[in-house]
């Protein structure tokens, strides 16, 4: 097994994602925690002052960790240095190292700083920006155990991690009791499910399924925009009258849409399953004959939960286009959808307009092309190819893009756009780099000193 943030596993049911499900299934109260530049870099360089994990205070003394006790020192002037150590499993370790005696410190000299320590390096080295780790604490009967992984933030199990704990986007640490979660979405389900036996029992399954079919892309983004603005008591999203627009396209996309997304998918694929297993017509079926139909149907059922994992992500991208179409309908700011240049390149957005951009004069260079993309991963690289002669500025609200990544698109020319929130905080990469700029600056240094011209002329 390599050095690697995320690792391989060989096996059925093995991998990332069965132990997290393993763990969340097992843990009586779990801790997750977004991991900063320095929760990363003390396993990547040797210089780094900071050891381990940083913990806040109040989750150092919530009652998840053991209580610290005063450490004896040498010098009893000394300022006191707090401590517990208590047993870790790191089951992404390399072998010999999974079982560590992990301590969790509090240097009172230094205010209320805490980090736990003598953690495998192994497990963070490698991690994307952005990236999790989640301690589960459960009882064995040598005492209380905390079994800890790290979760890449780019990698499906992140998707799976935030799905199963209710995770939002602007999370930076919490805990959680997993049976707990599990209990209120088994509330969530129950009255969905009287509604859906009766109207198997009724024989009107297939018309109650049209009525749980998720809506297209654009009715889904329609009805997430509408829910902010009434949240916030907006009339359109106008850029230039929000005080951080793009942190609004990442509530939009990443929360309010993202939760109305869950709600109709767990109807829809419950429906479904329904359906493949018990059919349209209702009908007496004895447990074996449950079971026979389930083992016939298993890959109908596969393809089932496949589709699901499809419609997830494929929605993620066309949600953000959505969204930033309305925020620039909201500032009246001009641009053309799709439109197909050169070489069959179709960027998502030209502002103002091809026809614009194509002039043979100098106003042409103040137009550009903006590309949209909710994650960026290797598909940045795609947008290179759009970008011809062209300014282009990419927008995205994700997190887990590296530095190095960050400097490959400026060598290309490509300017990054992002929320606020993401170019100062610790978890992210997007500081101190020349062509990254927030969507408040985009937009009130780069679209409006244009607005009044691309309006004369788009």
């Not at 391989?8 to 843990?27: C, N, P």
């Not at 399953?273 to 016939?296: K, S, Y």
Request: negative net charge.
């Amino acid at each position: 097994m390599g050095e690697q943030g995320i690792f391989d596993f060989d096996g059925e049911g093995s991998g990332q994602a069965g132990l997290l499900t393993d763990l969340l299934g097992r843990a009586e109260r779990v801790l997750v925690k977004k991991l900063s530049n320095n929760d990363r870099d003390w396993a990547r360089y040797a210089n780094k002052h900071q050891a381990g994990v940083y913990i806040p205070a109040d989750h150092r003394d919530g009652g998840f960790f053991p209580a610290l006790e005063e450490k004896e020192r040498e010098d009893p002037a000394a300022r006191p240095i707090r401590e517990a150590l208590f047993d870790t499993v790191w089951p992404q370790a390399l072998d010999g190292r999974q079982n560590r005696k992990t301590r969790i410190v509090h240097y009172t000299s230094k205010g209320p700083e805490t980090h736990m320590t003598r953690l495998p390096k192994e497990c963070f080295g490698q991690l994307s920006p952005a990236s999790f780790l989640v301690m589960g604490r459960y009882r064995k009967e040598q005492g209380t155990v905390y079994e800890c992984l790290t979760v890449d933030s780019a990698s499906d199990e992140a998707e799976l991690l935030l799905a199963q704990l209710g995770i939002p986007p602007d999370f930076l640490i919490g805990e959680f009791e997993p049976a707990a979660i599990r209990a209120q979405e088994q509330d969530r389900v129950l009255d969905f499910a009287a509604e859906l036996i009766a109207a198997w029992q009724a024989g009107t399954i297939a018309d109650f399924a049209r009525t749980a079919a998720m809506p297209g892309t654009e009715e889904l983004a329609r009805r997430a925009l509408a829910r902010y603005l009434e949240i916030h008591g907006l009339e359109v999203l106008d850029p230039f009258a929000i005080e951080r627009p793009g942190d609004a396209l990442r509530e939009i996309s990443r929360s309010i849409e993202w939760e109305m997304f869950r709600t109709f998918q767990r109807r829809e694929r419950a429906v479904d399953l329904v359906r493949i297993v018990l059919g349209d017509a209702p009908r007496g079926m004895t447990v074996a004959e449950m079971i026979r139909q389930l083992v016939n149907e298993l890959p109908r059922i596969d393809a089932l939960m496949l589709s699901a994992s499809q419609q997830r992500k494929s929605r993620a991208g066309y949600s953000y286009e959505h969204h930033i179409e309305a925020i620039l309908r909201g500032g009246k700011i001009p641009f053309e959808k799709q439109v197909v240049i050169e070489a069959k390149k179709r960027p998502d957005f030209i502002l103002p307009s091809l026809a614009f951009v194509s002039r043979a004069d100098a106003l042409a260079a103040t137009g550009l092309i903006l590309s949209a993309k909710t994650t960026l991963r290797e598909r940045w690289k795609q947008v290179e190819r759009e970008k011809g002669n062209r300014r282009l500025y990419l927008t995205t609200v994700d997190e887990n893009i590296a530095g190095n990544a960050i400097q490959d698109m400026e060598g290309i020319g490509v300017q990054l756009v992002i929320p606020e929130s993401l170019m100062d905080a610790r978890e992210t990469e997007y500081a101190g780099h020349g062509n990254v700029l927030t969507f408040r600056r985009f937009c009130d240094e780069i679209v409006q000193p244009n607005l009044e011209a691309w309006r004369g002329i788009a």
